[in-house]
């Protein structure tokens, strides 16, 4: 079994309002960065695991995704799977589930 670290970041779809987004573009501005034309606010997820390998890892990753960490009515996600290392010298592989 593998040691591995999904990263998974969901974001609000183009077509949802988003209302947080919105906001922080608004304080953006008003602190001096007019050139921001626009802001999704969503959420960055770890999750370590184990697997047989990276290939197993994503198909499990992609299930919590459709099942749990992100509705896919209203959200976007992608994800990566990076083996779990004691060093700085990961290996990342990108993948993104269908929604």
């Not at 695991?49 to 960490?69: F, G, I, N, P, T």
């Amino acid at each position: 079994m593998a040691r591995l670290t999904a990263r998974v970041i969901v974001t609000p779809k183009p077509v949802v309002n988003d209302p947080q987004g919105i906001t922080v573009r608004g304080g953006l501005h008003r602190l001096g960065f007019p050139e921001v034309s626009e802001v999704r606010v969503g959420k960055y997820i770890e999750v370590q695991l184990e697997a047989e390998d990276e290939e197993q890892a994503r198909r499990r990753v992609s299930e919590m995704c459709r099942k749990l960490l992100a509705n896919h009515v209203i959200e976007d996600v992608r994800f990566q799977v990076e083996k779990a290392a004691s060093n700085h010298h990961q290996h990342a592989s990108e993948s993104t589930p269908t929604g």
